[in-house]
C-alpha cells in the first residue's frame, strides 16, 4: 500500500499573501490531481498533471499555479489569497487511465 | 467538455433499507469509465466501486451495486442492506478515455442512515 501526504494540514494566510501546499505521494503512481472543496460542496478540479514536468488545467486553475517537478510530489500555489477562498484543498494521484484516485486527508485554508 | 451531475442534495433512509442515488453525465466519448466515492464525517474520501463504459454488467462489490443506463447516460448506485456507518456523502466521478486523466466529480448526496 501507499500514502498521500499533504502539507500542511491547516494553513491560515493573509489576504492578498502566496501560499504552497504541499502533496507527497510514494504510490509511484503517473498521474497527480489537486481539488478545492468549499464548505459542504463537491470537489472542483484546479490541476492535475499526468507524468513528471507536465501540467494541465482544471475547471478552476485561474488564481492558482502548480508543479509537478518529481513523480512522487505535486505543489499547488495559491497566487493571492482571497478571503473567498476558505476551503479544503485535496490532493489525490492515480496509477493512469481509467483507474481509481486515491486521496489524501487535506489542507485546510483560512485566509485572514 | 465532461459533465457530472448528482440532482438529490440529501437522501434519509431507515436501516436495513435499500437505498438508490442518482447520477448523469455528459460526455463526448465513446469510452470512459464511471466511480463513486464516499466522503466520511472526517473528511476522508475513499473509492466504492467502478464501471467502464464498454462492460454491460452492472458492477458490485459487497453492498454496492450500480445500476448503469448507457442510453440514459446515468450511473445510479444502489446500497443494500443501509447501515449507519453508511451515512456519509457520496460522490459520483468520471474520467474519459481520451480525457488525459481528468477527473470530474458530482457535488454529491448526502445520506443519512437512521436506526
Known amino acids: 500500500g501507499g500514502i498521500i501526504t499533504q502539507t500542511p494540514k491547516f494553513l491560515i494566510g493573509q489576504e492578498g499573501q502566496k501560499l504552497t501546499l504541499k502533496c507527497q505521494q510514494n504510490?509511484?503512481?503517473?498521474?497527480m490531481y489537486w481539488y478545492r472543496q468549499d464548505s459542504g460542496k463537491g470537489l472542483r478540479l484546479i490541476y492535475y498533471?499526468?507524468?513528471?514536468?507536465?501540467?494541465q488545467k482544471g475547471d478552476l486553475s485561474e488564481g492558482y499555479d502548480a508543479s509537478r517537478e518529481k513523480k512522487s510530489s505535486f505543489s499547488l500555489t495559491v497566487t493571492s489569497a482571497q478571503k473567498n477562498e476558505m476551503a479544503v484543498f485535496l490532493c489525490?494521484?492515480?496509477?493512469?487511465?481509467?483507474?481509481?484516485?486515491?486521496f489524501g486527508k487535506g489542507t485546510r485554508l483560512t485566509v485572514v | 467538455a465532461q459533465k457530472v451531475t448528482q440532482t438529490q442534495t440529501s437522501i434519509s433512509v431507515m436501516e436495513k433499507t435499500t437505498v438508490t442515488m442518482d447520477c448523469v453525465y455528459e460526455?463526448?466519448?465513446?469510452?470512459?469509465?464511471l466511480f463513486w466515492y464516499k466522503q466520511t464525517a472526517s473528511g476522508e474520501i475513499v473509492f466504492l466501486i467502478r464501471?467502464?463504459?464498454?462492460?454491460?454488467e452492472n458492477a458490485t462489490v459487497g453492498h454496492y451495486s450500480l445500476n448503469f443506463q448507457k442510453p440514459k447516460s446515468s450511473i445510479g448506485l444502489i446500497i443494500t442492506a443501509t447501515q449507519i456507518e453508511d451515512s456519509a456523502v457520496y460522490f459520483c466521478?468520471?474520467?474519459?478515455?481520451?480525457?488525459?486523466?481528468?477527473?470530474?466529480f458530482g457535488k454529491g448526496t448526502v445520506l443519512l442512515v437512521s436506526p
Open positions: 464501471q467502464d463504459s464498454y462492460k454491460k
Open positions: 498533471s499526468i507524468t513528471e514536468n507536465d501540467l
Open positions: 504510490f509511484n503512481h503517473d498521474t
Open positions: 466521478a468520471m474520467r474519459e478515455d481520451s480525457g488525459y486523466n481528468k477527473l470530474t
Open positions: 460526455t463526448q466519448d465513446s469510452s470512459y469509465f
Open positions: 489525490a494521484s492515480s496509477p493512469g487511465q481509467g483507474t481509481e484516485v486515491f
